[in-house]
């Protein structure tokens, strides 16, 4: 690729976003504007994850969303798991369907665990099996100040952004073989911080040492287990999150000088799921436009 090839495909990324705030968490996508990118343009699928079943919490929309679509390309079949989002989970399920594979759409709160149980019956029952599972789903209520931080707010962020990632590894575990994958979406916040987002930034703290400690536990089964950690990236949760000003500069503050779109994550998902990891296990893979992080 040639510099102006390179500037030709950026340029078709939208590096500023006009004003906009949805007060329901954790957020729609048909309502965002400029939509995310889900679909990449550039990568050609070659079957890396044929006849594969994977679980996809939060795959109604944003980095979920991508990695269906991503997965679906590669030859999985896919079950999405979304709270309420009914509109965003018919179009991604339609969207699977037309790419050739199949799909079924379970709305729920993954912070309940019989939620994840019965996830896990109805992939069963209809897929028979599972192979990869993908921890993603996340809300977030930033507050100025630890004091603004109720105790509702806590447990509801936790419940969303961890407990969901322990009971649905949980509820799958039994069920999957040497060679499966969980993979676990954390963030670049769980490294650096985030002013103003504490419960978040910690709940994406937990979620990196949630994946390096049942990385360890699994090794000697084969399964492996790991995360990617995003950097700013265009998705229903910073509308539903953060003030309607400052999505006009979200994303700048990257060495890259942007957001990134869905689609841009979904790669290290297929490279996690499939074979090309199998010898990779408790490890974060960071796509973040260039921020420096401790890995």
């Known amino acids: 690729m040639n510099q102006d090839e390179y ?64 997965f679906a390309k590669e030859g999985a079949n896919i079950v999405i798991i979304y709270l309420n ?5 018919e179009q991604t399920k339609q969207r699977i369907e037309e790419i050739g594979q199949r799909c079924i759409a379970i709305p729920g709160d993954l912070g309940q665990e019989e939620t994840s149980n019965y996830v896990v019956s109805q992939t069963l029952s209809t897929f028979g099996k599972i192979d990869v599972v993908v921890n993603n789903c996340a809300e977030a209520y930033p507050q100025n100040m630890l004091t603004d931080i109720t105790a509702e707010q806590l447990q ?21 073989k040497a060679g499966s994958s969980i993979i676990n979406t954390t963030s670049a916040v769980a490294y650096e911080g985030q002013k103003g987002n504490l419960d978040y930034s910690t709940s994406k703290g937990a979620n990196t040492t949630f994946t390096r400690s049942l990385a360890l536990d699994l090794a000697d089964y084969g399964i492996r287990v790991n995360g990617v950690a995003p950097g700013p990236v265009w998705t229903p949760i910073i509308p539903a999150s953060f003030p309607a000003e400052d999505m006009k ?47």
Not at 37 to 45: D, F, K, L, N, T
Not at 156 to 176: D, I, M, T
Not at 256 to 278: C, F, I, T
């Open 156 to 176: 509801r962020v936790f419940q969303s952004n961890v407990y969901s990632y322990f009971f649905l590894s949980k509820a799958a575990l039994p069920y999957l």
């Open 7 to 70: 500037v030709e495909k950026v340029e078709r990324i939208p590096v500023q976003f006009p004003a906009q705030h949805q007060k329901y968490h954790p957020g729609l996508e048909y309502l965002m504007e400029p939509r995310p990118i889900s679909e990449s343009p550039y990568v050609q699928p070659t079957g890396k994850l044929k006849d594969k079943v994977a679980i996809i919490s939060g795959g109604d929309s944003g980095i979920g969303r991508a990695t269906a679509y991503a």
């Open 85 to 89: 989002e009914h509109k965003d989970a």
């Open 249 to 295: 500069t979200f994303g700048y503050n990257t060495p890259l000088k942007r957001a990134g779109q869905p689609y841009e994550l979904a790669p290290a998902y297929v490279y996690l799921a499939s074979d090309d990891s199998n010898y990779v296990t408790g490890q974060i893979i960071h796509v973040n436009g260039g921020v420096m992080t401790s890995s």
